[in-house]
């Protein structure tokens, strides 16, 4: 018994010990994630605004709208319909006509084997890019008028060769509210975001698919999607091709610049973070093993161990006090986030609900993959494992 009380104090330490680090990490990547400048001139190099579409009628009005809206010259805008079967070519016919000239729509060719969607479309439109900056964006995102002027200025200040921001994550529904942040929390907590900037070592690494601005030479220099063209989570992996060819990379808080709405209800969030998640990892078992009892140890664990204190009436250090604490760090980092990113707030408190669902997306992104016929998005399935 005393073996085991000893061990218990010793686990809670150690996971409030981890929990500190991680808001540590956060508030540190508060001073360290600054929002873009807005003081840049509204002409420079010509920049070449890339979109892949595919089964996007939903989205691709408002995002081309925005983009033809922008307070910046000289740019272009090329869409490439990925073998849409909605109303999405549709729609592109209409506004390349009342583009007067701004946008052209580029038809897909068919998927190679070997190529993830995404990258194929992207390297497709990179082809055909006249700009000395690139700039891909998702069809999913509406621009504010100041993006491109704000974003170009800034890897020009930098003198970065690659460019990326978190957008403002539009959240409407439960599902979304309570999920989606989740990827604020892996970006906050765990990575230290100056390292990004100032290291050349490719394990620290941030880049996000919804907006990345490249050097057009640079991205050659890599061979552009090309090098990733099996990555399902490519964004990463090209900051790690520009990192391993000695680029710089530097990242935005563009919250203000960019807004996104990358899921809209349970069915797609599962799908796409099941799609993600373990491809994130490197396809790593041991990874996503590692991933899964961190998740359980830290944040749903102290909730069991206070749950069942409460029950007993033992209010012991080791079985209320220290999860108690745990809980509380877990909150305030979720909540400093939350008002960071302009989330809701009383979702946040529901933070072990999230932390559940994400155990759950993991175990089924680890399935998909090793057991199951793949990840599938947009009606495609993928197992590139």
């Given at each position: 018994m005393a073996f085991f009380i000893v061990a218990m104090l010793f686990y809670q330490i150690g996971v409030l010990l981890s929990l500190l680090v991680f808001l540590g990490i956060l508030l540190r990547n508060l001073i360290d994630f600054p929002g873009i400048p807005a003081h840049f001139p509204a002409q420079g190099a010509l920049v070449s605004v890339l979109v892949p579409a595919r089964n996007e009628a939903l989205n691709i009005e408002r995002c081309v709208r925005s983009l033809l809206r922008q307070e910046y010259a000289p740019f272009e805008i090329l869409v490439l319909d990925d073998g849409s079967t909605d109303a999405t070519p549709e729609l592109l016919r209409r506004l390349a006509i009342e583009s007067d000239g701004k946008m052209r729509v580029l038809q897909g060719e068919p998927l190679p084997d070997g190529w993830h969607g995404k990258s194929w479309a992207c390297y497709q439109l990179g082809r055909q890019a006249k700009g000395e900056l690139l700039l891909f964006t998702d069809a999913?995102?509406?621009?504010?008028?100041?993006?491109?002027?704000?974003?170009?200025?800034?890897?020009?200040?930098?003198?970065?060769?690659?460019?990326?921001?978190?957008?403002?994550?539009?959240?409407?529904?439960?599902?979304?509210?309570?999920?989606?942040?989740?990827?604020?929390?892996?970006?906050?907590?765990?990575?230290?975001?100056?390292?990004?900037?100032?290291?050349?070592?490719?394990?620290?690494?941030?880049?996000?698919?919804?907006?990345?601005?490249?050097?057009?030479?640079?991205?050659?220099?890599?061979?552009?999607?090309?090098?990733?063209?099996?990555?399902?989570?490519?964004?990463?992996?090209?900051?790690?091709?520009?990192?391993?060819?000695?680029?710089?990379?530097?990242?935005?808080?563009?919250?203000?610049?960019?807004?996104?709405?990358?899921?809209?209800?349970?069915?797609?969030?599962?799908?796409?973070?099941?799609?993600?998640?373990?491809?994130?990892?490197?396809?790593?078992?041991?990874?996503?093993?590692?991933?899964?009892?961190?998740?359980?140890?830290?944040?749903?664990?102290?909730?069991?161990?206070?749950?069942?204190?409460?029950?007993?009436?033992?209010?012991?250090?080791?079985?209320?006090?220290?999860?108690?604490?745990?809980?509380?760090?877990?909150?305030?980092?979720?909540?400093?986030?939350?008002?960071?990113?302009?989330?809701?707030?009383?979702?946040?408190?529901?933070?072990?609900?999230?932390?559940?669902?994400?155990?759950?997306i993991a175990c089924n992104s680890f399935y998909l993959i090793k057991f199951g016929k793949g990840a599938s998005w947009k009606g495609r399935n993928y197992n590139f494992s």
């Open positions: 999913d995102t509406m621009h504010e008028p100041d993006a491109l002027r704000r974003t170009v200025g800034a890897i020009e200040a930098s003198g970065a060769d690659m460019l990326s921001l978190m957008p403002h994550q539009e959240l409407d529904s439960f599902w979304e509210k309570l999920v989606v942040p989740l990827v604020h929390v892996i970006l906050m907590c765990y990575l230290p975001l100056r390292l990004v900037r100032t290291s050349r070592r490719a394990a620290f690494c941030f880049a996000n698919g919804q907006f990345i601005l490249f050097r057009k030479e640079f991205y050659q220099r890599i061979n552009g999607h090309a090098a990733v063209r099996d990555a399902l989570v490519e964004d990463v992996w090209l900051c790690k091709k520009v990192k391993k060819a000695g680029g710089k990379v530097v990242a935005f808080n563009g919250t203000d610049v960019v807004n996104c709405r990358m899921y809209r209800n349970f069915r797609e969030i599962w799908e796409g973070f099941s799609k993600n998640l373990f491809a994130a990892l490197g396809y790593s078992t041991p990874g996503i093993f590692m991933f899964i009892a961190m998740i359980a140890a830290v944040y749903i664990a102290p909730y069991l161990f206070l749950f069942h204190s409460t029950l007993e009436g033992e209010f012991t250090v080791s079985l209320f006090w220290l999860p108690l604490t745990q809980i509380m760090v877990a909150l305030l980092c979720r909540l400093l986030i939350a008002s960071t990113f302009r989330q809701s707030l009383a979702v946040a408190l529901l933070h072990v609900f999230s932390q559940m669902v994400l155990l759950a």
